[in-house]
């Protein structure tokens, strides 16, 4: 038995689908049958990518609070009532001592990556409420839940796990689903050329999951799709790992590691 999901030319707004993961979930949105609008910051990146896919392209900065109204007020007005939002929009933060970091750095990752989050999701949230339904998918992070030094990415990460688990409290009875999902590294194409160019080492990033490799965009857009869909009708207030099992193998540690793959018989 196969079994399709068809999203019905629903209108599907992705922030930060101009590049990486965002533009994965765009695209397979789109095979899916929805209506997308390719919203990002890189208003280049995002027309580029939308005539690709098929779909339309907005700038919008999702910081600021009169940005992110006037892409719903347009969206809404060309495209129709939106019922499913991804929102990949974010900034990743290189490791930093508190020392080290800039208070400047520290305050605009937390105003795209945690404000943002929010400007979008009450946007979306009190129009789906008043329309009796809709899908909302925050891309969160394992660095939300497993510490380290990213010190302004970390916390940005775990608001918006909790948030998400409010707002589904707070709209549940409305109809809006909102579940978050939390990557492990992936290997974007931003990810791939610096490991071709050597500046930087899979090795660590591939070796601390239980499957022994990085999570690829279009792994994260099919757990997207699935939360976006209907099939996902009774799932809301989660937040779905899509890590490679990042973050199970911690308790391996003192007994040596994972263990090495079994040999094929
Ligand atoms: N790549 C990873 O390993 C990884 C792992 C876990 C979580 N994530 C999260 O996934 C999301 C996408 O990451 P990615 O790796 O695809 O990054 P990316 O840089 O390829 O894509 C992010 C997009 O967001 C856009 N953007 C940045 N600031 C914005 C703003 N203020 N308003 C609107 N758009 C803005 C950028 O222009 C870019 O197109 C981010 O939220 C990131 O934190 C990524």
Not at 70 to 88: K, M, R, T, W, Y
Not at 153 to 170: C, F, I, R
Not at 182 to 197: N, V, W
Not at 231 to 244: E, F, K, P, Q, R
Request: with cysteine; net charge negative.
């Amino acid at each position: 038995m196969s079994y399709t999901i068809d999203l019905k030319e629903r209108v599907a707004l992705v922030t930060g689908g101009g590049s990486g993961i965002g533009a994965a979930c765009a695209e397979l949105l789109a095979k899916a049958g929805a209506r997308v609008v390719v919203a990002d910051l890189n208003a280049e990146a995002a027309a580029t990518h939308a005539a690709a896919i098929g779909a339309q392209a907005r700038g919008v900065d999702v910081a600021s609070e009169e940005s992110v109204t006037q892409l719903f007020d347009e969206v809404e007005a060309e495209a129709g009532p939106v019922s499913i939002v991804v929102n990949s929009a974010g900034i990743a933060q290189l490791p930093k001592s508190p020392e080290e970091m800039r208070q400047s750095s520290w305050d605009r990752i937390i105003a795209v990556d945690l404000r943002g989050t929010w400007l979008v999701c009450t946007q979306a949230g009190k129009r789906m409420a008043g329309r009796g339904g809709g899908s909302v998918i925050n891309i969160a992070s394992i660095a939300g839940s497993m510490p380290g030094p990213l010190h302004a990415y970390g916390p940005a990460k775990a608001g918006v796990v909790m948030m998400t688990s409010n707002l589904a409290g707070e709209w549940g009875r409305s109809g809006v689903r909102f579940n978050s999902l939390s990557p492990g590294h992936t290997l974007t194409q931003f990810i791939r050329d610096k490991i071709e160019a050597g500046a930087r080492d899979a090795g660590p990033l591939e070796d601390f999951t239980a499957l022994g490799r990085m999570v690829l965009p279009d792994e994260v857009a099919n757990a997207v799709l699935f939360l976006a869909s209907d099939m996902a009708s009774a799932i809301t207030g989660v937040n779905l790992l899509v890590d490679c099992g990042a973050s199970i193998t911690g308790g391996w540690r003192p007994y040596g590691w994972v263990p090495a793959a079994r040999a094929q018989a």
